[in-house]
């Protein structure tokens, strides 16, 4: 599914709210945004799975991977502040 201004990857949390609000069983194969498989106000949703990981973990793997198989002391980011995936790695 292409990007237009990051929308589509708010998808899988809008269809996330849908399946919640009818105890309906979701499982979500590539959607990463945290908010898929957690509400906004940090619950579990109960009925929602996801087979990818997370953005936080996604950053927290590349500044492992930087630290310890490049041995990187230092790193550069850069990142779209409008853009909330790539924001979250920057952040995690």
Do not use: C
Not at 35 to 51: D, E, K, M, S, Y
């Amino acid at each position: 599914m292409p990007l237009i201004n990051g929308r589509s990857r708010k998808a899988a949390v809008a269809a996330a709210q849908v399946a919640e609000a009818d105890m309906a069983l979701m499982l979500a194969p590539t959607a990463t945004h945290p908010l898929v498989t957690v509400t906004g106000t940090g619950q579990t949703r109960p009925t929602i799975f996801r087979a990818s990981f997370a953005w936080p973990w996604q950053g927290q793997a590349a500044a492992r991977f930087a630290y310890s198989q490049l041995r990187a002391g230092k790193a550069a980011l850069f990142f779209n502040p409008g853009d909330d995936y790539t924001l979250a790695l920057a952040d995690s």
